[in-house]
């Protein structure tokens, strides 16, 4: 029964560290229909990032993550504009495809820049850890988790209730309105695709902190990030923080229960299932 | 349709530019590889390469292979493979077939070994490989495979042996290990080196390589209160592994891995948390080691500290004891003939850095592993094939005691 | 096509055919995978191409007809070909079977489920002993490229023959409706879905086919390398590289993009990778309708005509 309970905090808080990771891409998608199949190699640039202004500037992991939004948010405001403008009104597999591309040219410079071999991020409380009765909750991941339901509120505000959210929602929908009324489709875009990648960008700073590093860890993050939002739902940043749990206990009830080999085909299995079933996600209205 | 006049003449121009590459000839004797440079398994991919070319620079310092009165250089020529094994069986494919290199030294890794001794068989050309331990390789009746690292299956012999004569003995085992090659050939084995020692096994779990979440097994492990954890897997999940384990406030009285104790980096990754932590190798930098060119294994090791910047660790000393077992061979087969090379190949007996190169019937080397820990950041020998050397210290503390 | 152009495709399906006697090694390898490589374009096309359901799940395909092969050979030591037809049973049977539900689903998501089909069949199958699990099979080596070359340019002449037939064929320009209009195309009594059902085994049938091949002549295949995104991707962008729904189109595409690659990969290894994705950006963003496109058009505009694609698709 302890067993069991660690299991499912485990994935909870696991959960958490998955939604953090997708929530930028869930934006992108949800809002501007991009599909950005490189969303995991900004993930691994972020967490290059964190570990660079931890190794360099002593500059503390959690601190440090606003930092590491910001610069990463510039990154992403410049590949929008600079690139993926050039594809967004064109047929919607061109943006898998350089998207994926995309992937390919960051993996391989990151490699070139920081060499393949893995890094950590070492903050003397990682690897605390919180008796809770029989239970043991890793410090960096609650710190992680607390992040990410406050993100995803956060977005949730944002794009709900602010004028450059709601702005940026009608420009999505309507490019010829929005127009009309003056407004700058390439900057909204490159603003939310900057707001995806700073995202990404926090998602790779905490991930380096329970996680090793390596240029090569961006497909499977984007995968995973996938199966979340698509779990979860696209029209709403509450889905991801469902998706993400969801996801998250899947995994670990799976390995529990089946085998530790069979953590993949549970949380790919239930992405087919899902899109079969209801494409739109659990919590995602369906059309 | 002028689409077709496009494809017929990019197929010529393709077939011309292909014609045209023909290789040089050389009177070098010629050791081709292909190693993982980039990709996931760069960072033990680049031991090879190094200690390739240092063994080969050596060699040829000392003028070379001897055959038949004239001596001849050895040269290398090395592709990197990206971590990719279907790119590697074509590179090896390559080398044996446009580059007509003489013979060909090993990849990284036992999976990449696998795969690639299918080409050195299909073609006929002896490889000497020093990255692949699983007992697969050599159990297929292939000819023209060798290997320098002891059978996958043994690699916990000396620890099991260890554990058997710890106070107090451990009662409970678990057994984790990935699920390639090397690592599943090396669950295999200890399973039966736990019965034979009389050891219970209360967990025997095989993972997805690659994982970076084993939050639920070491809970699994602190549920079911194993004593001794042994772990087969690679160097980014043994990392992930070790600080998930602190952060769960998961200590068992010892954990023991297959690979990182070893090298530098593994290390310098956890810092002080890599305490306690036992590993294996078969080769350790000792004067003892008595070799041809480098005089022995402990000015190798300084000599390729000071050529490359980082400690040699088993892997460098596989590499660079392949070369040697190529000149070795040359010069007893007196040629370059591939079939008599590979027969003097499987008679060798001389001792090197790497220590006693010899091949078993089946081309697999037979080393035994000393059982390393690392004490207060420092890499000690606990444990080799006349007992304890250093007393290990056991058992480890909780995580907060320290 | 007139009796002309008949002509010329014999003549270089013969020139093809002959380059193993006076090509070297090297060429006649680069040959092998090229023409492999044009087998799963082709078969992509057929889907992607033609009726607009752009897969990126035919690897899956791939790596079953590899898979089968491999089964047949190591474990139940039947001849290649019994694995052949192994591979691509099992192949039609997944497309269909899985094709039913996933076939439902529109523009992107239909992409993202066959990515999502591509990574649980991987995973399943790295946890079945039949298989080799995730440590694999290896082959018996056989030592004779002539052979795998010609089965490989057979399966291209088939492929192509197959697309030939498709654009003369009820089928065919059923395919090209639902890809322009589906509902319409419905409505005016297509059957969609078998229609699309049947373009879907029809691909993942010669993509086995291709992927046994790749088994036999590479001898070793692990789920990694039988299921690798990359290798759908490489198919796409040499079908949109080369001209989608088009018949030769995914061969031009196949043929030119291979021939670049080598060439920098024999001499830099490592920027082959950093080149490919290069490749894939430039040819998206500068020429997204293919490379007959690009020939058919530039007479007219010239270098103008790269600008306009931009423009086209830019916001």
Known sequence: ?287 | MPSKAISFSGLLAGVALALAITPASAKDIVLGASVQLTGSSANTGRYYKDAYEFAVEKINEAGGVKVGGEQMKLALKIYDNQSDVNLSVRQYTQLVSQDKVDFLLGPFASNFALADSAISEKYQIPMIQGGGASDQIFSRNFKYIFGTLAPASNYFGSTVEMLKGLDPAPQSVALLYADDAFDVSVADGTRKLLDDAGLKTVMDEKYSSNASDFNSLLSQIKSNGAEAVLVAGHETEILNFVRQAKSLAVAPKMYSFTVGVPSEDFRKALGADADYAYGMTAWLPSADNKDRWFGDAAQFADAYKKKFGYDPDYHAASGAADVEAFAQAIEDAGGTDPAKVRDAIAKLSFDSLYGKIAFAENGQIDLPQTVIQVQDGKVVDVYGANGVINKPKYPMPAWNAR | MNGMRWILAVIAVAVLACVPWFGSDVVVQFGISTLLLAVLAQGWNIIGGYAGYASFGNSTFFGLGAYGVAIAMVQWNMPFWVGMVFGAVMAVAFAVLLGLPVLRLKGHYFAIATLALAQVVAAIVSNIPLFGENIGLVLPPLNNDAMFYEMALALLVAATLTVWWLTRSRFGFGLIAIRENEEGAAVMGVNTTAYKVLAFALSGLFSALAGGIQAYWITFLDPASAFDISLNVKMIIMTVFGGPGTVLGPIVGAFVLSAISEVLSSEITSVASLFFGVVVVAAVVLMPRGLADVVRRFRKSGWHYFAENIRAHKL
């Open chain 1, 1 to 287: 029964m302890d067993l069991l309970a660690q299991i499912l905090i485990n994935g909870i808080l696991l959960g958490g560290l998955y939604a953090i990771m997708a929530l930028g891409l869930a934006l992108v998608w949800g809002v501007l229909n991009i599909v950005n199949l490189s969303h995991g190699a900004f993930i691994m640039l972020g967490a290059y990032l964190s570990w660079y202004l931890y190794t360099w500037a002593g500059i503390d992991p959690f601190l440090g993550l606003p930092i590491t939004a910001v610069l990463m948010f510039c990154l992403g405001y410049a590949v929008q504009r600079g690139l993926l403008n050039f594809v967004v009104r064109g047929p919607m597999f061109n943006t898998l495809l350089i998207t994926f591309g995309l992937e390919v040219v960051l993996t391989y410079l990151a490699q070139l820049a920081f060499s393949a071999d893995f890094r950590t991020i070492n903050p003397s409380y990682a690897g605390n850890s919180i008796p809770f009765g029989p239970i043991v909750i890793p410090q960096a991941r609650l710190m992680a988790f607390g992040i990410a339901i406050l993100l995803t509120v956060a977005m949730w505000i944002f794009l709900l209730r602010t004028r450059l959210g709601r702005a940026i929602r009608a420009t999505a929908q309507n490019l010829v309105a929005a127009r009309l009324y003056g407004v700058d489709p390439r900057h909204l875009y490159a603003v939310t695709f900057g707001i995806g990648i700073g995202l990404a960008g926090v998602a790779g700073g905490l991930y380096g902190t329970v996680s090793q590093i390596n240029p090569y860890i961006g497909a499977t993050l984007t995968a995973k990030c996938f199966a979340i939002a698509i779990i979860g739902g696209l029209d709403s940043p509450l889905g991801v923080i469902v998706g993400g749990i969801v996801l998250g206990l899947i995994e670990s009830l799976a390995i529990l229960y089946v085998g530790a080999t069979f953590g993949d085909v549970a949380s790919f299995g239930v992405l087919v299932l899902v899109l079969i079933l209801r494409p739109s996600g659990l919590l995602g209205k369906t059309t």
